[in-house]
């Protein structure tokens, strides 16, 4: 199947420092990743569209100069939280979508997470 | 705006019986629908898919039922197994995947 993997699996990183996750889609070429955050106990909420070769697509609500991502291959996307502050300690997941796959398919396939902890 | 909502937080199941996984949304526009299984400081993974065509998809032990006109679908996990303890989080796609709240799965020896 499909494999997507992140790096770092967890980061503590202090106060105003940046922090970039990485996301791979591993045996297949992925045109389309998708970003997320979840809370504890909460919903995965949708951050980001990254789309290869263009500018991300950002959710109502989530400041595109404080997450930065970048899809510069077909296999690699990275998400850098700028300045991070304790506020933004949360579980990060990825997504990516084959760019085999017809154009209306539905399908993901997931990370296993970024945990960040901003001290 | 919650578009896609799981009411129950939790369930608690005895194995061998069946796990009922309710989700409701709003936006008819849906064209499909996911359940993915997740464990604590993992990504989601894929469990089972309806079209929004569909009423019905089965796959092992896992049914996925959906009706439009109540804008509810459900999972049925039968029999449920210690190892199906889990957070389940239904989904509903229209080019992106908007996610439930999620419902903690507990099914007991």
């Known amino acids: 199947g499909a494999v997507v993997s992140q790096h770092p699996s967890w980061v503590i990183c202090k106060s105003g420092t940046s922090v970039k996750i990485e996301c791979r889609s591993l045996?297949?070429?992925?045109?389309?990743m998708f970003w997320y955050r979840q809370f504890p106990k909460q919903s995965l909420m949708l951050m980001a569209t990254?789309?290869?070769?263009?500018?991300?697509?950002?959710e109502q609500g989530v400041e595109k100069d404080k997450f930065l991502i970048n899809h510069a291959s077909l296999t690699l996307s990275t998400l850098t939280v700028t300045s991070a502050h304790p506020e933004d300690s949360s579980f990060y997941i990825c997504?990516?979508?084959?760019?085999?796959?017809?154009?209306?398919?539905?399908?993901?396939?997931f990370g296993p997470g970024t945990r960040l902890t901003v001290t | 705006d919650q578009q896609v909502k799981q009411n129950s937080p939790s369930l608690s199941v005895q194995e061998g019986r069946i796990s009922i996984l309710n989700c409701d949304y709003t936006?008819?526009?849906?064209?499909?629908f996911l359940w993915y299984k997740k464990y604590p400081a993992e990504g989601p993974t894929f469990l089972i898919s309806?079209?929004?065509?569909?009423d019905k998809n089965e796959d092992g032990r896992f049914t996925v039922f959906l009706n439009k006109s109540a804008k509810h679908l459900s999972l049925h996990i039968v029999p449920s197994q210690p190892g199906d303890s889990a957070v389940y989080f239904c989904a509903a796609s229209r080019g992106k995947l908007i996610f439930g709240q999620g419902t903690e799965l507990s099914v007991k020896p």
């Open positions: 045996d297949f070429q992925a045109t389309t």
């Open positions: 997504s990516a979508r084959d760019a085999g796959a017809l154009s209306s398919s539905y399908e993901q396939y």
């Open positions: 309806i079209s929004s065509i569909k």
């Open positions: 990254s789309n290869e070769g263009s500018k991300a697509t950002y």
């Open positions: 936006n008819s526009m849906f064209d499909y």
